[in-house]
């Protein structure tokens, strides 16, 4: 019996000798995929982009007045859709200055009094989301635990400096609105790489929240606090005597002190008015705009194919698949594998061989695409990338051919129904496109290498089309609800389990006599 590594060498060399025999139809394998790739090259030179230029957005239409639109509603709409909702405000931590600023709000918002609620700390309001009693109601206790819609932390609480977090709850988003980071990802704004132009949704994001309407409350507080406070302190410095006593603690304003609020203001009693003395210090009106949008040039082209470009890929591989199931079969046809047994030849290194020969001819198809379109299609994508990407979709298509093949003993019905099962495993693909198929589902019908294959071209054109492309950083980011680093690991996974069941079904139907033609299975 020869050693295995002689027994390996002598079957490449044979494939090797099929190849070089037949060296147009060994071309046409390697470069139908380079084709169509060509084929979608001059597509692309004769679809126009379109250039636009640094935008500044300016415009009427685009301020948005806080606190004082429909895009940011009021605190007192804000505060009567918490009331009925019968969901609250939480201030932390709980101390004096939490309190005195919640009594100076509520002079100009009463309904606060019934949404705020003051917790001692951060961790407690965390530990009460967290609880199991959160949003419930005991009807034994009859007792109510109302959800959070928003909390205000405070982590200075002046007189000289004020720090504060406004956290929102993730539900408050209507019905249908469109998917993003919450705003209240600690890392900051997210940030798409894949917006081109000017995107409505950050300005909806912090106005239909009620983050915009929070933030002008409590800053408008704040102005409020430190000028009555530095007022304060300058007219005490005036008085050193004291005689006219306005307050206590230089630190901080008394709101209890209603003789303070006539001599800071200048009202006589009948006409203290506590909305007049908070328009003091409130900015009167305050509007944000979208920053200009940077230059960026609007690739038609990727627009436009993006629906049909895994199967027009896919089209370049069906003949060298083809031909892998064909040689595979006529080999079991004619009983040349069976006299390579009878040589003593093993299984593993038959189909090893056959294995490394495609995968080294998928491996130069592979790098001539990445060669051809690197300046092209895949301009903007990293060349590493694009070249894993086929040739990991390559080594799938092997080892489904394999599979494939352990069904038949006839080269012709191979071929035939071995290609068109090879295409109808791509359809899968038109179920699962939609944005609003969950992941799990995209992900089951990956295990059909040439759906996670067509899959992957969205992420292409979607990351090509914003000039970014797709790269090695961000592989594992989703576009259009599919996630690249999924498809790939999904297209190795398959070439695993092909392989197995490959195995399992060659040697079930060698011994067990299964899936011969002949006996009508395949009719």
């Given at each position: 019996m020869a050693h295995p590594q002689r027994q390996l060498k002598a079957m490449l060399r044979k494939n090797w000798l099929l190849k070089i025999r037949h060296p147009w139809v060994t071309f046409f394998e390697i470069m139908l995929p380079t084709i169509v790739m060509l084929m979608l090259i001059a597509v692309r030179t004769r679809v126009d982009t379109t250039l636009h230029p640094t935008q500044?957005?300016?415009?009427?239409?685009?301020?948005?007045?806080?606190?004082?639109?429909?895009?940011?509603?009021?605190?007192?709409?804000?505060l009567k859709l918490w009331f009925v909702a019968g969901e609250h405000l939480a201030f932390a931590p709980d101390t004096v200055e939490t309190r005195k600023m919640l009594k100076v709000l509520s002079l100009r918002f009463p309904l606060l009094k019934l949404v705020a609620r003051i917790y001692k700390d951060e961790l407690e309001v965390e530990t009460y989301i967290r609880s199991r009693e959160y949003g419930t109601h005991d009807f034994i206790r009859n007792v109510t635990y109302p959800k959070v819609k928003g909390a205000i932390i405070f982590h200075e609480q002046g007189p000289h400096f004020y720090d504060y977090s406004i956290r929102l709850n993730h539900s408050w988003a209507p019905s249908g609105f469109p998917d993003w980071k919450t705003i209240m990802d600690t890392d900051g704004p997210y940030l798409n790489d894949l917006q081109l132009g000017f995107s409505t949704i950050p300005t909806l994001q912090y106005g239909s929240s009620g983050f915009l309407t929070l933030q002008q409350v409590l800053d408008s507080f704040i102005i409020f606090a430190s000028q009555w406070n530095g007022s304060l302190a300058s007219q005490d410095r005036m008085d050193k005597e004291g005689s006219l006593n306005l307050h206590k603690t230089p630190s901080y304003f008394d709101i209890n002190d209603m003789g303070m609020n006539q001599q800071m203001f200048g009202m006589r009693d009948e006409n203290y008015d506590k909305n007049s003395v908070w328009t003091l210090f409130r900015p009167s009106n305050i509007s944000i705009a979208p920053f200009p949008t940077r230059q960026y040039t609007d690739d038609e082209f990727q627009?436009?194919?993006?629906?049909?470009?895994?199967?027009?890929?896919?089209?370049?591989?069906?003949?060298?698949?083809?031909?892998?199931?064909?040689?595979?079969?006529?080999?079991?046809?004619?009983?040349?594998?069976?006299?390579?047994?009878?040589?003593?030849?093993?299984?593993?290194?038959?189909?090893?061989?056959?294995?490394?020969?495609?995968?080294?001819?998928?491996?130069?198809?592979?790098?001539?695409?990445?060669?051809?379109?690197?300046?092209?299609?895949?301009?903007?994508?990293?060349?590493?990338?694009?070249?894993?990407?086929?040739?990991?979709?390559?080594?799938?298509?092997?080892?489904?051919?394999?599979?494939?093949?352990?069904?038949?003993?006839?080269?012709?019905?191979?071929?035939?129904?071995?290609?068109?099962?090879?295409?109808?495993?791509?359809?899968?693909?038109?179920?699962?496109?939609?944005?609003?198929?969950?992941?799990?589902?995209?992900?089951?019908?990956?295990?059909?290498?040439?759906?996670?294959?067509?899959?992957?071209?969205?992420?292409?054109?979607?990351?090509?089309?914003?000039?970014?492309?797709?790269?090695?950083?961000?592989?594992?980011?989703?576009?259009?609800?599919?996630?690249?680093?999924?498809?790939?690991?999904?297209?190795?996974?398959?070439?695993?389990?092909?392989?197995?069941?490959?195995?399992?079904?060659?040697?079930?139907?060698?011994?067990?006599?299964?899936?011969?033609?002949?006996?009508?299975?395949?009719?």
């Open positions: 500044a957005y300016i415009r009427k239409d685009l301020f948005v007045e806080v606190g004082n639109s429909w895009i940011s509603p009021s605190f007192e709409k804000l627009s436009i194919v993006k629906e049909v470009m895994g199967v027009l890929y896919l089209l370049g591989f069906l003949y060298p698949i083809s031909r892998l199931i064909s040689y595979s079969v006529v080999e079991k046809e004619q009983k040349i594998k069976e006299g390579l047994h009878m040589m003593g030849l093993k299984d593993h290194i038959f189909y090893l061989s056959w294995f490394i020969t495609y995968a080294i001819q998928f491996a130069v198809s592979a790098a001539i695409i990445t060669a051809c379109t690197m300046t092209s299609i895949f301009q903007y994508s990293d060349k590493s990338v694009v070249f894993m990407y086929f040739f990991v979709f390559g080594l799938s298509a092997i080892m489904l051919s394999f599979l494939i093949t352990t069904f038949f003993s006839r080269a012709k019905t191979a071929v035939a129904v071995g290609t068109l099962t090879f295409v109808g495993a791509y359809f899968p693909y038109y179920t699962v496109i939609d944005v609003a198929v969950p992941m799990a589902v995209k992900i089951a019908a990956s295990l059909l290498s040439p759906t996670a294959f067509a899959l992957g071209t969205i992420n292409f054109a979607d990351y090509e089309r914003a000039h970014v492309g797709v790269r090695w950083s961000n592989i594992w980011e989703a576009s259009s609800g599919v996630n690249f680093l999924v498809c790939l690991l999904m297209m190795a996974f398959d070439a695993v389990a092909y392989c197995a069941i490959g195995l399992y079904l060659d040697k079930v139907g060698e011994y067990m006599g299964f899936f011969n033609e002949s006996d009508g299975l395949f009719l």
